[in-house]
């Protein structure tokens, strides 16, 4: 079982940056790949970024490759979504979520936990 807790969205304005984290309870944590994922009302969620379980492998969705960085700190048991020239359609809930499979992935439905969200709003 993993629980997963995000924080640091806020409002900023439109080139700003935000950095959000997710911290993970359990021992377990350094076994999952993770992934940020992003809801905008009235839309889907969609994926943001991915790290596999030991941090080497990433992967980005297009509209954020270049601006977005996803880390991870095992030792701290925290996966990390640095953000950067942030433009207005990226206003969303943010979340963390954690995929026990070996390889990364893009799909919702494959991650098996999931935190509660955090709101990101960037001012135009």
């Known amino acids: 079982q993993v629980q997963l807790v995000e924080s640091g969205g806020g409002l900023v304005q439109a080139g700003g940056s935000l950095r959000l984290s997710c911290a993970a309870s359990?021992?377990?944590?350094?076994?999952?790949?993770m992934g940020w994922f992003r809801q905008a009302p009235g839309k889907e969620r969609e994926f943001v970024a991915a790290?596999?379980?030991?941090?080497?492998?990433?992967y980005y969705a297009d509209s954020v490759k270049g601006r977005f960085t996803i880390s991870r700190d095992n030792a701290k048991n925290t996966v990390y979504l640095q953000m950067n020239s942030l433009k207005p359609e990226d206003t969303a809930v943010y979340y963390c979520?954690?995929?026990?499979?070996?390889?990364?992935?893009?799909?919702?439905?494959?991650?098996?936990?999931w935190g509660q969200g955090t709101q990101v709003t960037v001012s135009s």
């Open positions: 359990g021992r377990t944590f350094s076994r999952y790949a």
């Open positions: 979520a954690a995929d026990a499979g070996l390889v990364l992935t893009t799909d919702k439905l494959k991650y098996d936990y």
């Open positions: 790290i596999n379980w030991i941090g080497g492998n990433t």
